[in-house]
């Protein structure tokens, strides 16, 4: 009798493609032909802190153009390597405010999931570059803990997830995840705060969309968009796909220095988000974390930049400039 063969279930179309990001510096500095000056130091910074880009976002950058306001964000560079003061490890001192592992409760109505420390792309000015992912996870066996305290909190209406990023998890745990999450009678909206769907568009299948459209949970998503050029027709079509599936689609925006500190860029983003069904909802001032302190913009030049945004655009496409201050309850409007 022969034996039966074990089947493996084939990985989906975007999971080969995010396997395929590219996280080695010299392939990168090969694929857009950047200065061979600036290699060395490269390395240095990825040691630190891990080059990720999916091959996708490459192709949307200029070649030869170490300036290009999408490749500066995914850059590893020397500035990283400068101990700044006043910049931290935990800029948001977020494990302060987690009562059970990975389940952050820092404003009242809602509570923040890290699932993942997983990225599709790890941007170089991120928040939680040094955050204690294996420690602070409420997946897996914290997570009977994590419904239990949603549970017993009837003054939490939403649920957002993060990570990491966690459209980077399968579809399989997120659908289990968000079924429990729909199980507690009080939870009203499901909040998803993403850079994948720019990043990596085809993300964004048929597997995804039948289980947040399956959902009795209000589905919003924050996408992460920074620039206008990260917008292609793949990022526009997978945007129509979500609000087709009836997700509410938000962008926030960091303001950063050689990126998008010009009203030029600013106004263009958010024309370009209006484009693809997405209104601006953020704009933060960075988070001081330690090794992105070349990215900062200071508050009066922030406002200037506000200001003369407002006098372009439509209020509705005038993003909130804002900053996370650390015990807060809410961002604080700048």
């Known amino acids: 009798m022969i034996p039966r ?5 084939q990985p989906a179309p975007w999971q080969t493609l995010l396997s395929q990001s590219i996280t080695d510096v010299e392939v990168l500095w090969r694929s857009l032909d950047l200065p061979r000056s600036l290699l060395p130091q490269a390395y240095q910074a990825a040691r630190q802190f891990r080059l990720r880009v999916p091959a ?23 500035e990283e390597l400068v101990i700044t003061p006043g910049y931290a490890g935990d800029p948001l001192q977020e494990q302060d405010a987690m009562p059970v592992p990975g ?7 809602r509570v923040l999931l890290t699932l993942t420390g997983a990225c599709a792309v790890n941007c170089r000015y991120c928040f939680r570059r040094h955050y204690p992912y294996s420690e602070a996870n409420p997946a897996r066996e914290h997570w009977p803990a994590t419904l239990d305290y949603l549970a017993r909190r ?9 990570g990491g990023d966690p459209l980077t998890l399968t579809d399989t745990r997120l659908t289990g995840m968000v079924k429990d999450l729909s199980a507690i009678p009080h939870l009203t909206t499901l909040r998803l705060h993403s850079r994948v769907p720019v990043v990596l568009p085809e993300r964004i299948d048929e597997t995804l969309l039948a289980w947040i459209s399956a959902s009795r949970l209000q589905v919003v998503m924050v996408i992460h968009c920074n620039h206008a050029n990260e917008i292609d027709a793949s990022v526009v079509n997978a945007m129509q796909q979500l609000k087709l599936a009836g997700v509410t689609l938000l962008n926030q925006s960091v303001l950063l220095r050689g990126i998008n ?17 997405v209104l601006p909802y953020y704009l933060h001032q960075l988070d001081p974390v330690q090794g992105a302190a070349h990215f900062a913009v200071d ?8 200001e003369k945004i407002r006098a372009q655009l439509p209020g509705y496409l005038v993003p909130r400039l804002v900053r996370e201050i650390p015990g807060e309850s809410a961002k604080t409007p700048l």
């Open 154 to 162: 009837e003054q939490i209406h939403e649920v957002i997830l993060s």
């Open 261 to 277: 500190n010009d009203a030029k860029s600013l106004c263009a983003l958010s024309r370009r988000l209006l484009e693809a069904g």
């Open 56 to 78: 996708g976002f490459v192709r949307r950058m200029r070649r030869g153009d170490p300036a290009d306001p999408l490749l500066r964000q995914v850059l590893p560079l020397g």
């Open 5 to 9: 063969s074990l089947q493996r279930r």
């Open 103 to 109: 389940l952050l409760h820092k404003y009242p109505g």
């Open 299 to 306: 508050d009066t030049e922030a406002h200037s930049l506000i």
